[in-house]
Every structure is written in C-alpha cells, then in structure tokens.
C-alpha cells in the first residue's frame, strides 16, 4: 500500500520536481498521512529550518520597516502631498502588503513544503497576492502617465494633474485590480473543481485553463508594459531635448534660471521613477516568460520558479531604497521619522 501511495503521489506532485526525497532508512513523509491523495512533505534538517525561518523572516521585517517610512512620511508631511508622492504611497502600500502578508505566508509555504491552512484561507492568499501584483503595475502605469504630462506637457499639468484627480485614479486601480482577480480566481476555481482528481492535498496552488493563462498575460503584463514602454521613451527623448534648449539658452546668456530649474528637477523625477519601473521590469519579465512555458510542454525546476517568485516580492523591498538614494525629501523625513521629530517642519524641502 505505502508503495502504491509512493508512487501515486510521485506522479500527483511531479515526482523529483519537489524538495521532498527517499532515504533508506527513513520513509516518505506526507502532508495529511491519513489522507490517500495527501501530498509528499519535503524533508529538512533543524540547521535548514532555523536558517531559512530567520532569513525570511528578516527580510519580511526589513520590506514592511523601510515601506513604513514611505507611507508614513507622505501621508504625515503635508508638504509631500502632491499627485507623484501619492502614486508613491499607493505603490508603497502594496509593497507594505507584500512584505506584512505574502511574504511570510509564502516563506511558510516554502519551508513547510505544506500547506495546512485549509482551501478558504489559500484563496484568501491567492486574492491578497494577485492583488498587490496587478496594483503595483496599475500604479506604475500611473506613475508613467504623471511623469508623461509632467516632462512632455509641463504647461497643462498643474490643470490636468491634481492631488484629487489623482486619489480618484489610484482609488480605480485598486478597484478593478480587486475586480478582475476576484473574476480570474472565480474562474480559475471553476476549472480547478473539475481537475481536482489530477491533485494531490496539501498544497496551495492556483491552476486555471490555457485561455484564461494567456488572457492574463496580456491584461496583467503584456498591455500595462507596452504602455509604460512607449511613455517613457517618449518621456526621456522630450527630457533630452529640452537638456539641450536649456544648454542653448544658458550659452546664449539668456535668463531661463526658474524655468530650467523646474525642467530639471522634472526630468530627475521622470529618471528616478523610471529606475523604478525598469527594476519592476527586470523582475517580472523572466517570471511572466518562464510562467507560460509549462503551457507549451516546457518543464521548469521547482528551484527556477521559486526564485522567480521570490525576485518579485524582493522588488518590495528595493523600491524604498531607491528613494533613499534619489529623493532627498525621502532622507529628511526618515530623519524626522527615526530621530522622533514627527511635528517639526520640513523646512529643509
């Protein structure tokens, strides 16, 4: 019986694709060994679990800390209250989530090689993961589209781009983003229902149909990513150009101080947000890439995919450091924050 159960779970979890092994001395261990479809539990020795549990939980730690500074600062410091900063604090709050929740429920996950939290709570999971995933390009699509009106329209953006409009758009991202991952996991359910005689128990996975695979690919990446694309090329082009009408002026000995200040600290903002979004990119790309290969008979390591998802959720954790280094109201108000001096004015800005 156990041999039959070794080798129906072998083909239920993709055999060597998981961490789980056989020894000679020691038997196959399940998730639920009271359960016939349980799956096969991953072995590791105490030295692995202590390592592991104090990596991940420091950087789950760290992601929340540094993204915490962000939200607190924005929201604290109403000199920081403009359209750009509140894309930021949305942006930062979906980071917040990723480090507060997915992080440590996915490092739980990894560890355990389990899942023991039953089905309700794995979508709830799943909801909060897509979630901060589809808002964070949602915002970043939004970020792109400020810095656009920003450099390239400079004259109409203080009319088209206020603080209000701008909470609407966020409020909207996070709306349809909510929306369309609740209709994509109800879907997904449906199908997941009726291939649930391929699955083994204990695990926390999402399985939808080829259709609904690449559907999102392309509302989830493909679309959000042309855009962001095309905008910024657009924005760094009309960034240079202006560069050069300002040098022109300035040789020229021409009074263009104000107007070229303003320009500059523009196109540092459209910069700095584009470094942003290009460490969004580089993290995503390889993971949306590798996520349909299954699709096309091409089998990927557990090991591969794993590190995949964990270069997206690391993408939490690098974007306060990126305002560390370029935004210098961002190193005033952590100072503020760290050194207890919340009510004092930002008089430095």
């Keep these: 019986m156990k041999e039959q159960k070794r080798e129906q779970n072998k083909l ?47 950087l789950s730690a760290w992601t929340v800390f540094l993204n915490l500074l962000v939200i607190i600062s924005i929201s604290h410091f109403k000199k920081l209250h403009t359209p750009t900063n509140m894309i930021i604090l949305s942006l930062a709050v979906a980071d917040l989530l990723i480090g507060l929740i997915v992080m440590p429920v996915e490092a739980v996950k990894l560890i355990e090689t389990c899942w023991y939290f039953g089905d309700t709570l794995c979508e709830l999971f799943m909801i909060i993961m897509m979630l901060t995933v589809s808002s964070s ?9 400020d810095r656009y009106v920003a450099v390239c329209h400079p004259l109409l953006y203080q009319r088209k781009i206020t603080t209000t409009k701008t909470l609407i758009s966020i409020c909207l991202c996070w709306f349809f983003s909510s929306s369309y991952n609740a209709g994509f996991l109800i ?12 699955m083994c128990f204990g695990k926390c996975y999402f399985v939808v149909s080829f259709s609904w695979i690449f559907t999102d690919l392309f509302f989830s990446f493909v679309l959000p990513c042309t855009l962001i694309i095309t905008l910024y090329l657009r924005i760094f082009y009309v960034a240079h150009q202006q560069v050069k009408v300002i040098n022109s002026l300035m040789k020229g000995g021409k009074c263009a101080m104000e107007g070229s200040v303003r320009r500059k600290s523009e196109s540092k903002a459209a910069l700095t947000l584009g470094i942003i979004v290009a460490i969004y990119l580089l993290c995503y790309i390889p993971f ?18 794993t590190f995949l998802i964990w270069s997206l959720y690391i993408n ?34």
């Design 12 to 58: 239920l979890t993709g055999g060597d694709s998981l961490m789980a092994y056989e020894t000679e001395d020691q038997e196959t261990q399940y998730c639920f060994p009271d359960i016939n479809s349980s799956c096969v539990k991953g072995k590791r020795s105490k030295h692995e679990y202590n390592i592991m549990y104090v990596f991940f939980s420091l």
């Design 137 to 145: 390009m949602c915002n970043l699509v939004l970020i792109a589209v």
């Design 187 to 198: 879907s997904g359910r449906y199908f997941e229902n009726k291939q649930r005689q391929n």
């Design 288 to 305: 949306y890439i590798l996520h349909i290969l299954p699709v096309t008979g091409t089998m990927i390591s557990s090991t591969t995919m």
């Design 316 to 349: 939490s954790s690098l974007n306060p450091l990126v305002y560390a280094f370029f935004y210098r109201w961002f190193k005033i108000s952590v100072k503020h924050i760290l050194t207890c001096k919340l009510f004092a004015p930002l008089l430095e800005l």
